[in-house]
């Protein structure tokens, strides 16, 4: 059974920084893409970045500069590092693998 967890959102003030994990279990992590993707309240969830099996990665533009994606594959972790927080990336941050979500970590950015 696969299963993904977030953690590492909270609430940060603008211009501030946040690295956010997902823990994975149940698969050949290092096999697959890692997807970071958020929801913000009343908007479709949309793309934030992902790290392709092969290390190569790609962002929204929106937070591309600002947001690094990672991933340790020995210990089945990937991160997102976001620095120079805006109040527009206040969302539910959720990260996806092989069609598998995570339960999502809230990040707040206040102005």
């Known amino acids: 059974q696969v299963q993904l967890v977030e953690s590492g959102g909270g609430l940060v003030q603008a211009g501030g920084s946040l690295r956010l994990s997902c823990a994975a279990s149940?698969?050949?992590?290092?096999?697959?893409?890692a997807n970071w993707y958020r929801q913000a309240p009343g908007k479709e969830r949309e793309f934030v970045a992902v790290i392709q099996w092969n290390g190569k990665t790609d962002y929204t533009e929106s937070v591309k500069g600002r947001f690094t994606i990672s991933r340790d594959s020995p210990k089945k972790v990937v991160y997102l590092q976001m620095n120079s927080l805006k109040p527009e990336d206040t969302a539910t941050y959720y990260c996806?693998?092989?069609?598998?979500w995570g339960q999502g970590t809230q990040v707040t950015v206040s102005s």
């Open positions: 996806t693998v092989r069609g598998n």
């Open positions: 149940g698969l050949t992590f290092s096999n697959y893409d």
